[in-house]
């Protein structure tokens, strides 16, 4: 029951989260995809650059009032993914034990993306 964004560098090296939070929480829309389905979702996201210290950092924005600011980011090779992860701790009600059919975590195909220098 938890999303992320996840930025690999060239080395494979995760970037991290160097900020963000939460002011409050905003409801959103439950999402069915059947089996073999595909959704797309978009958010908005942005690539920030401070230039007295040439670095970049990425913010994610998850529509749920939450921002996640990784970084920070030098000219290179990275790759960008989603994940979601999913445990039942307890047993589901019955109007939505149709839909959750699994536990664990998935991930998306990664994109790739290149970050050059002014």
Known sequence: DSFGIRIMDSKRNEIATIGGGRDGTLRTKSVIIDAGGTYCLSRRAELSWTPEK????FSYY???G????????????????FW???SEKKPLEDSHAQFIKWSGKTTTK???FKI???
């Open 54 to 57: 040439n670095v970049r950092s």
């Open 62 to 64: 998850d529509g749920t």
């Open 66 to 81: 939450a921002i996640a600011i990784l970084g920070p980011l030098y000219a290179g090779n990275y790759t960008l993914s």
């Open 84 to 86: 979601c992860n999913h």
């Open 110 to 112: 990664e994109v790739a």
């Open 116 to 118: 050059i220098d002014p």
